[in-house]
């Protein structure tokens, strides 16, 4: 166990930074699933948007790289454009 004031500070600090993490990871992992796995282009493009944004806003903070986001948003573009 740590002794110092600052290294529990740390641990407290990194264990709240990790459960926030971890939430918008699956947060963003579950849109982009359900997004792949529409069917109807109309309701796919209207949700596109929204998930592009929480994208960027992963990549903005670091949870992803921005070049992550991008080949996400470019294969969800193209599972869109596949749609009848």
């Not at 709240?16 to 939430?23: A, E, G, I, Q």
């Not at 282009?41 to 921005?66: C, F, N, S, T």
Request: with cysteine; charged share 30%.
């Amino acid at each position: 166990m740590a002794n110092h004031k600052s290294s529990l500070k740390r641990i407290r600090q990194t264990e709240k930074r990790n459960l926030l993490n971890r939430y918008y990871g699956k947060n963003m992992r579950s849109a982009v699933r359900s997004l792949r796995a529409m069917k109807d282009k109309e309701q796919a493009l209207a949700k596109y948007p929204e998930v592009q944004k929480l994208l960027d806003r992963m990549a903005k903070r670091g949870l992803i790289h921005k070049n992550k986001a991008a080949n996400l948003k470019s294969g969800l573009c193209a599972s869109i454009a596949k749609l009848a």
